[in-house]
């Protein structure tokens, strides 16, 4: 731009800037300035992330956006600032299926690469709807009727997609939309991230042969959940507001979930993981390392043997922290961009967060 000096900027008392980044935060193709603040926890003043961009005339750096509680989590050992901020700068809000957002596009011929857009009867046949229950992946009644495509994860690398005029399972029915078959590259290819041959995933299509969790770890509900059990996307997606109408059509959690996940505090017990995952096994660990409720993120001759509550109880990281919700090239759902090794009986670390030592772990 027209800079004719360096400019500086202003971040207030007691934020502790620790971290600088640059990328396109607003989608508007530009370059945006990213500053993690540690904040000063004894001083009242929380973790934020500050992103700064140039003004209008390109004569100065300005705050364009300010994210803190709500949007930003923290860790940290001590009363002072935190070593580790963690920000979701996207899909923080209402979310949802916007029925008809685009006017006059919709037709009843239309295939892949269609516009993004949704109309009740692309996940409704008012002729074959039924009030009918099912298993996972089958499809329930309120689907049936409704087209989609197969799924063949096959050859290596790719996945081969077949239209069925009428869904026998669920994931089906949502990844004509939300995979290769229809991706117009502005969107995520999540059929790709379900892929059963990835290192970890959360079973929607079969169950994982490799899950390791233990079965008193999972939660006691209507569904009793084990290593072999099959998740329906409606499993996690739909409207958290008791009062609205159910299903996958809008919610004030996005990503469009039945619970509060991104931005969510470890603390809290009514987050989504611990509808399933045990919370006295994940956060207060008092359960972890019994025969059979352990994490497996387990190390007896640590000083905090109970390594998950080590992260979200004591470091206050939320599970998005580490581990993606989907799938992953890695074991256990771990991120990608994560520093973590698996092994036979336990794993290692080298995350930004430990300074860049290599941690490991053990189990029994």
Do not use: M
């Not at 923290?74 to 685009?102: C, N, P, R």
């Not at 290819?189 to 970890?200: P, V």
């Amino acid at each position: 731009g027209a800079l004719s000096e360096l400019p500086s900027v202003a971040l207030g008392n007691y934020t502790n800037p620790g971290q600088l980044d640059s990328g396109d935060v607003d989608g508007d193709s530009e370059p945006e300035i990213v500053v993690a603040e540690g904040g000063q926890f004894n001083y009242g003043r929380a973790a934020a992330v500050v992103v700064l961009q140039p003004n209008n005339d390109g004569t100065d750096i300005v705050q364009s956006q300010l994210y803190s509680q709500g949007s930003v989590e923290s860790a940290s050992l001590s009363a002072g600032s935190a070593w580790a901020v963690v920000a979701q700068l996207g899909d923080v809000g209402v979310s949802g299926h916007q029925v008809d957002a685009v006017a006059d596009t919709h037709v009843s011929t239309e295939t892949a690469d269609f516009a993004r857009h949704v109309a009740c009867d692309d996940c409704h046949n008012v002729h074959e709807a039924t009030s009918t229950v099912a298993a996972a992946p089958a499809a329930y009644g309120s689907i049936k009727g409704t087209w989609g495509v197969s799924v063949d994860n096959a050859p290596v690398g790719e996945i081969t997609y077949t239209r069925l005029p009428g869904v026998e399972n669920e994931y089906e029915l949502c990844f004509k939309c939300h995979g290769e078959w229809a991706t117009s590259g502005e969107s995520r290819d999540i059929a790709s991230e379900f892929d059963t041959r990835k290192a970890s995933v959360h079973a929607v299509e079969a169950s994982s042969t490799a899950s390791e969790a233990t079965p008193d770890s999972f939660v006691a509900s209507d569904t009793s959940w084990s290593n072999d059990s099959i998740l329906y996307c409606a499993d996690c997606h739909g409207t958290s507001n008791s009062t609205g109408a159910q299903g996958p059509h809008t919610s004030p959690d996005a990503p469009l979930l039945l619970k509060p996940y991104l931005s969510t505090s470890s603390t809290d017990e009514s987050g989504l993981c611990y509808s399933c995952h045990k919370y006295g096994v994940y956060y207060t660990g008092g359960l972890d390392g019994l025969a059979s409720s352990t994490s497996r993120f387990y190390d007896s001759n640590a000083a905090t043997p109970a390594l998950h509550s080590r992260h979200t109880k004591d470091l206050k990281l939320s599970c998005a922290a580490c581990h993606t919700s989907h799938g992953s090239s890695k074991e256990h759902l771990i991120r990608t961009d994560v520093g973590y090794t698996h092994s036979g009986d336990g794993g290692s670390c080298e995350s930004g967060c430990h300074n860049g030592d290599s941690l490991s772990y053990s189990r029994p």
